[in-house]
C-alpha cells in the first residue's frame, strides 16, 4: 500500500527508505522448507532455485532473516540492515531470491519470510516456483488485490474544493471488516494544505492498519490554512466554524452503521473536534487528542491546581514557581476590571 503523494519518492530509487517506509509493505511466508528437504533428498542432485513471478510487474520483494514468530517486528523495532535495504522488482520473467535465504529456510523451516511492495494496482496473484536443474518442478499462488491507498478509507472534505468535492460515497477498495463496527475519524491540524491533508489520512490509515485495526477508517480535512500570511487565529475561527458540519456528517455515519465512534485530532483539529462534540453534539464514544491545542482545563477544571507549588501536570518544570497571574491561562484577569480597562477586548 503505497499513497499518491509517496508513490514516486518510495519505489522508484529501488529501496527502503528508512523506517517510515516500513508500512507501505507486508510479510510473505514463503513455506518451503518441506518442500526443499523432499527435492534435496532426491537422487541426482542438482540446483535448485526459488523464483518470484508476477504478470503484472507490479510488485518489489525484500527477502530478509524474520521468521514467522516475528514476521511483523519491522513494524515496532528496528530489523538490522532493513530500514535501507535493496528491493527487488518481480517481473513476469521471475526473480531469483538469493541463495542465502533459501539456505536460511533449509536451516530453520520458520524462515522464509519477504516483504512485499505494492508499486501498481493489480489483482493478478504473486506466483511462487521452485525450479531444479533448470526446470520447473512446483508452482503455487497467493490471489492478491493491490489498489492505492486512498481508496481503502474514507474522505470527508469539509474545504469545498472541486479537486475533492465533499463525499460519502464508498471507495473501491476497502479492506475493512464489518464485525468491528466502530468508524474511526481523524483531523488534522494547524496549516495543512488539501494535498498535505491526502498524506495525513494514508499515513494514518496504514499505521492503523499495520497495527491491526480492522475500522472503518475516515480522513478529514478542513481549512486550516486560509489567508494570505496564514494567520492562526483566522483558521482558529475556520475550526469552530467548521465543527457543526463535521458533527452532522459523524452523526449521519453513526446513525447509518449504527456503530461506535472513535474521533482522533492534531494540534487545532482538536479545537474542531472538541467543539462539534460539546458545541454541536457530536455522539463520539472516545476522542484522542494529539499534541492538543487546547488546555486540558477546557475540559475538566480540576486538572489545573493555581497553587505555586503544585504539580500541575501539564506545567513546563521552567514556568515551575511563578504566580498564577503570569500563566497564558490567566492572562485575561489582567484586564477583567472594568474601571481601569473599559472595552478591553482582551479581558
Known amino acids: 500500500m503505497t499513497s499518491t503523494k509517496f508513490l514516486l519518492r518510495f519505489f522508484r530509487d529501488k529501496r527502503i527508505n528508512g523506517r517510515a517506509d516500513l508500512p507501505d509493505f507486508f510479510p510473505v511466508w514463503l513455506d518451503i522448507g518441506e518442500a526443499l528437504a523432499h527435492l534435496d533428498a532426491v537422487p541426482g542432485g542438482g540446483e535448485i532455485e526459488i523464483k518470484l513471478r508476477h504478470a503484472r510487474d507490479a510488485l518489489a520483494c525484500v527477502p530478509t532473516a524474520l521468521s514467522t ?6 513494524l515496532v523495532s528496528d530489523v538490522a540492515g532493513l530500514a535501507s535495504a535493496a528491493t527487488r522488482k518481480i517481473t513476469a520473467a521471475g526473480v531469483a531470491l538469493p541463495g542465502t535465504f533459501v539456505d536460511a529456510v533449509r536451516a530453520d523451516p520458520s524462515k522464509g519470510v519477504i516483504l512485499i511492495e505494492g508499486r501498481a494496482a493489480t489483482t493478478s496473484p504473486l506466483v511462487l516456483e521452485i525450479w531444479r536443474k533448470g526446470r520447473k518442478v512446483l508452482e503455487k499462488s497467493l490471489p492478491l488485490h493491490v489498489a492505492p491507498v486512498e481508496q481503502m478509507y474514507r474522505w470527508h472534505n469539509f474545504r469545498a ?3 475533492l468535492p465533499d463525499r460519502l460515497y464508498e471507495p473501491s477498495g476497502l479492506p475493512d471488516s464489518e464485525l468491528a463496527n466502530i468508524d474511526v475519524f481523524m483531523a488534522h491540524g ?7 491533508a491526502r498524506a495525513w489520512g494514508a499515513e494514518f490509515f496504514k499505521r492503523l492498519w499495520q497495527e491491526g485495526s480492522r475500522a472503518r477508517f475516515h480522513c478529514v480535512t478542513w481549512s486550516s490554512d486560509t489567508g494570505p500570511a496564514i494567520s492562526y487565529e483566522d483558521n482558529v475561527n475556520n475550526a469552530f466554524a467548521t465543527a457543526s458540519g463535521y458533527a452532522v456528517r459523524v452523526n449521519a455515519v453513526k446513525a447509518a452503521n449504527q456503530s461506535q465512534v472513535v474521533v482522533m485530532a492534531h494540534s487545532l483539529g482538536c479545537m474542531l473536534t472538541s467543539a462539534a462534540i460539546a458545541d454541536h453534539g457530536m455522539q463520539a464514544g472516545k476522542f484522542f487528542a494529539l499534541n492538543g491545542a487546547v488546555p486540558a482545563e477546557a475540559f475538566d477544571a480540576a486538572m489545573i491546581d493555581e497553587r505555586t507549588n503544585a504539580l500541575n501536570r501539564l506545567l513546563h518544570p521552567d514556568w515551575r514557581g511563578y504566580l498564577p497571574r503570569t500563566w497564558s491561562a490567566n492572562w485575561h484577569r489582567l484586564f477583567a ?4 480597562f473599559p472595552d478591553d477586548d482582551r479581558a
Open 69 to 74: 514468530n516475528d514476521a511483523g517486528s519491522f
Open 161 to 163: 474544493s472541486p479537486s
Open 190 to 196: 494547524f496549516r495543512v494544505s488539501e494535498n498535505e
Open 337 to 340: 476590571d472594568p474601571a481601569a
